[in-house]
């Protein structure tokens, strides 16, 4: 394990939504520089698609780590269609107001932008 710096953490987050409803949810966890489980989260988001699951994840996982004074954030996710409108240079702009936020908190919020992981 590599010890980063001391307000660095890591985001896990995962989305879900059932097939027969559609309607979503998502979780994650926040882990600080120790490897140590800081924050868990979950929130049902209604009806929705398994990407809107994902990028709610997102943001709500960023907010949580800038609530806690986290600036260097690197996000672990399991959907390569987030990771590509997220990480983006037209992110800002983007169809999805989501992805727009998400880019927004980044470039506003955070310490040299966030390091994406896919799962």
């Known amino acids: 394990m590599v010890i980063g710096p ?4 890591t985001l896990n987050s995962d989305g879900a939504v ?3 409803t559609s309607m979503g949810s998502t979780g994650g966890l926040i882990r600080n520089h120790l490897d140590d489980c800081l924050i868990g989260f979950n929130k049902k988001i209604g009806l929705s698609s398994p990407l809107q699951a994902e990028l709610w994840g997102i ?6 780590a800038w609530d806690h004074n986290y600036k260097h954030v690197q996000v672990q996710f399991d959907c390569s269609e ?3 409108l997220i990480s983006s240079p037209l992110a800002e702009s983007d169809a999805y ?6 880019a927004y908190l980044v470039k ?6 966030l390091c994406y992981n896919s799962m």
């Open 6 to 9: 001391i307000d660095s953490c």
């Open 18 to 20: 059932d097939l027969h």
């Open 59 to 64: 943001y709500i996982g960023l907010c949580l």
């Open 82 to 84: 987030a990771l590509k």
């Open 97 to 102: 107001a989501l992805v727009q936020v998400i």
């Open 108 to 113: 506003e919020t955070f310490d040299n932008g």
